[in-house]
T-cell receptor
Framework: DQQVKQNSPSLSVQEGRISILNCDYT??????FLWYKKYPAEGPTFLIS?????DKNEDGRFTVFLNKSAKHLSLHIVPSQPGDSAVYFC???????????FGPGTRLSVLP | EAGVTQSPTHLIKTRGQQATLRCSPI?????VYWYQQALGLGLQFLLW???????NRGNFPPRFSGRQFPNYSSELNVNALELEDSALYLC????????????FGSGTRLTVV
């Protein structure tokens, strides 16, 4: 039973355009969410987080939106750059900062 | 500041053997997490250690075990290796209840033949 789902295994976007990566979760106890980026042969690196008391968090080109009623969050990258090409993982936690459950990842390809 | 370091980077074992994977957390981090990333799958939670104690484990059989040492480094042991144990094993560390999530190492690629 997958508690965190990323239904798009891959996404291709033109450089300069917006990338939107989606994540759905089933556990209503989740209240803290993270996005990680992973390049091949490297460990995932933390990108941005959001807690359930907010519906939006922004950091430079990256914005995460949370819709608690729909149990859905999304990561927006604007403008997309070729260096953003990586696998993006959504992660959720029911206890602040602990025991994150990861989604299967979405491979983003930003085309020049 | 050194990041999370894992060793070895690659490991090849025969079915039925035992594998030992090692992880050194970021200085000051007391929690160590182990995740498995099998081909085509996401990160599956294996184990969480904090202050030398196992705090939680994922849905894996008992032949996956580990420990955390007084210096907070950690070891993951996989006994009676099976072909499907072939995966990238990632270690991460954090302060307890670290709000910025985990810092991951680069992983150990375990291949069981």
């Amino acid at each position: 039973d997958q508690q965190v789902k990323q239904n798009s295994p891959s996404l291709s976007v033109q450089e300069g355009r917006i990338s939107i990566l989606n994540c759905d979760y089933t556990n209503s106890m989740f209240d803290y969410f993270l996005w990680y980026k992973k390049y091949p042969a490297e460990g995932p690196t933390f990108l941005i987080s959001i807690s359930s008391i907010k519906d939006k968090n922004e950091d430079g080109r990256f914005t995460v939106f949370l819709n608690k009623s729909a149990k859905h969050l999304s990561l927006h990258i604007v403008p997309s750059q070729p260096g953003d090409s990586a696998v993006y993982f959504c992660a959720a936690s029911a206890i602040y900062g602990q025991n994150f459950v990861f989604g299967p990842g979405t491979r983003l390809s930003v085309l020049p | 500041e050194a990041g999370v370091t894992q060793s070895p980077t690659h490991l090849i074992k025969t079915r039925g053997q035992q594998a030992t994977l090692r992880c050194s957390p970021i200085s000051g981090h007391t929690s160590v997490y182990w995740y498995q990333q099998a081909l085509g799958l996401g990160l599956q939670f294996l184990l969480w250690y904090d202050e030398g104690e196992e705090r939680n484990r994922g849905n894996f059989p008992p032949r996956f075990s580990g420990r955390q040492f007084p210096n907070y480094s950690s070891e993951l042991n996989v006994n009676a290796l099976e072909l499907e144990d072939s995966a990238l094993y990632l270690c991460a560390s954090s302060l307890l209840q670290g709000k910025d999530g985990y810092t991951f190492g680069s992983g150990t690629r375990l291949t069981v033949v």
